[in-house]
Every structure is written in C-alpha cells, then in structure tokens.
C-alpha cells in the first residue's frame, strides 16, 4: 500500500489522530498529555491509504541543537508488518531534511522488536540506551509550607563546567534529556536553561536538570540527573511538591545501578520504556 503523509491540522484532524492513538492503546500516553502532544511538536503528520483513511500517524520536532526529534509513532494495528511504519518514518526522516536538519533521533523501549527491526531500514543505530524511572508525588496537606530544597546555578562558567565533568551525561553519551526529548547540549540552551532556573543543586551536592510541562498546571516534573547525591530522590520528590507537581519522570543512562535507591525512595520503572534506545540517523 502506497501512503498519502500529510501535515495534520490541529482542530480538524484531531478525532482521527485520538482514534489510532487508542487502537494502539485505550491508555497510550499522548491521549493523558494532548496539549503537549501538539505543544511540543513542529510538525503532526498523518497517514492515510489511496482512500483518504488515516491508517498511521507521528510527530517531529526540531530540537535545540537543529536535531529532529520523532516520536508517537503509531500505525493501525490492524495494518501492520505491511511496509507502512518504514514509509511513514522515512517520510519524517525526509521532511527533516527538507528543514535543513542532518540528525534526526527517536526514542523507543529496547524491547520494542518492531521498532528495532524497522529503524535501521530508515538508517537509524542506537546511540545510547537510557531508563526512565516514575514516582508519584506524596500530596501536601493543603496548609504546608515546604522550604525551596534547592538552588538554581546562576553562572554559566559553572554550569558548562559542571556538565562538562558529568560522568551522569557522559554515560548518556553527552545527550541532555528535555521531556522525552534528547540532544546535544549547545551554549544557548545552557543560558536557557540557567534563565529558567532549570539547572539546580541541594546541598548533599546532587544536581539536575528539570522540566515542567506546564508550570503550575501540569503533572510531571521531569529530570535528568546531572551529579548524584545520596539525598537527590528525597530532594527531587519534595521540589516536586513545591512546584505542585504529581509525578516525577527521572531519566537515567541505562548503567546507573541506582534500582535500589529508587525503589525505596518509591520510584519504579517506566511502564513503557524501563529501557529505552535513542536511535539516531543521518537525515540525508
Ligand atoms: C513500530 C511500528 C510503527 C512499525 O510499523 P509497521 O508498519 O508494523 O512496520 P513495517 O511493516 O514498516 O516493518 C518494518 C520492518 O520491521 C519488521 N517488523 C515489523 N513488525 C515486526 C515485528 N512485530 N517483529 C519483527 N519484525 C517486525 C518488518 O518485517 C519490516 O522488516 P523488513 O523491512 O525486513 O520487511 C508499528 O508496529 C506500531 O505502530 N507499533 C506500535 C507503536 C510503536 O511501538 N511505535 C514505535 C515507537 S514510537
């Protein structure tokens, strides 16, 4: 089957986009974060067979370092092991290059055989493997006041120092982690990140990067770690509850031998990605 790959207009193709996402699975992950689903994207694009029926559908989004990002790949499953997921990455992996950009990366769960098998089809190795970790964040009794158990790092200096010794980013092969995004760390998104308080420390020497969805409003608090400290997960889950957040998403490299750390700080692995594998392939 031939695959007609279009752009998706939010508004209008949103009922087909939701109907393939729960054919894959009543509870698949963008149907909980929609507006983040189209947010974080550049560019929705949907799949549809030589009869206008949508069949497919992903996202790509060019990240900081002019990298593009595909994710949310997801065919009917009634159709697949036809041809149509290679077509429809492949049409991604192209319109990235048509946007001038050279990297396009995707992550997926290590046991996903099809992913595997398909990605280097469309030119794509693993780069690294990573775990993702979840907590739920203890509610607060509607009066408590918590103390910041943190400080954001103001210095550029220190920032670029700190990551350039991390051996946490090293083992994710020097890719920085945003929400379920990926990338190459640049000079602009450290300033970024720093401006944005996004870079912070607690004073058993644990230090991080962390992501909102959407500040105030959201669920996840997302980290990456960039030193450990024996009180980093206590930390993490307090400053969750100050910027009232109810779960915290901890991405890991995949040899962090901290499971049982986290289990007792009452974190467990991601339902859907306990390993995952970030992909990577030439665009052109
Ligand atoms: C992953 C997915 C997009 C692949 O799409 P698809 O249309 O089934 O894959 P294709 O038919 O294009 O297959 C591409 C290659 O992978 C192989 N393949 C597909 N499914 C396979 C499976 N379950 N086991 C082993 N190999 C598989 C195909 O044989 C083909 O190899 P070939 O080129 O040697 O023939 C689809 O299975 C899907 O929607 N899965 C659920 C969501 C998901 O996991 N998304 C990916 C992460 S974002």
Same mark, same amino acid.
């Given at each position: ?40 994207? &550049? ?18 989004? &060019? ?51 099809? &992913? ?169």
């Amino acid at each position: 089957m031939a695959l007609k790959v279009r752009p998706a207009v939010q508004g209008t193709d949103d009922a087909a986009l939701r109907a393939l996402c729960r054919a894959h699975d009543p509870d698949d992950y963008p149907l909980r974060y929609w507006r983040w689903f189209w947010q974080t994207a &550049t560019e929705v694009l949907l799949a549809t067979d030589g009869s206008g029926t949508p069949v497919g559908l992903c996202r790509r989004t &060019t990240l900081p370092d002019r990298s593009s990002w595909i994710a949310t790949i997801r065919i009917h499953p009634q159709l697949r092991g036809q041809g149509l997921g290679r077509q429809l990455t492949a049409a991604a992996v192209e319109r990235s290059h048509d946007d001038g950009l050279t990297t396009a990366r995707l992550l997926t769960s290590t046991g996903n055989i099809a &992913t595997a098998t398909m990605l280097p089809r469309v030119g794509m190795h693993v780069r690294t493997n990573v775990a993702v970790w979840h907590a739920q964040v203890p509610a607060l009794p509607p009066q408590a006041s918590l103390q910041e158990p943190s400080r954001p790092l103001e210095s550029l200096q220190e920032a670029t120092r700190l990551l350039g010794t991390s051996s946490w980013i090293q083992r994710s092969s020097g890719l920085v982690a945003g929400w379920y995004v990926m990338h190459e760390p640049t000079g602009p998104w450290l300033q970024r990140m720093i401006e944005g308080r996004a870079l912070r420390q607690e004073e058993g020497g644990g230090a991080w990067f962390e992501w909102e969805l959407d500040r105030g409003r959201g669920q996840v608090l997302a980290v990456q770690p960039v030193q450990w400290g024996s009180r980093l997960l206590q930390v993490l889950l307090r400053r969750a509850q100050l910027v009232r957040q109810q779960e915290v998403h901890l991405f890991l490299p995949a040899d962090h031998h901290r499971a049982l750390a986290l289990e007792g700080a009452g974190f467990h692995p991601s339902p859907w990605a306990n390993i995952g594998a970030i992909y990577q392939g030439r665009t052109g």
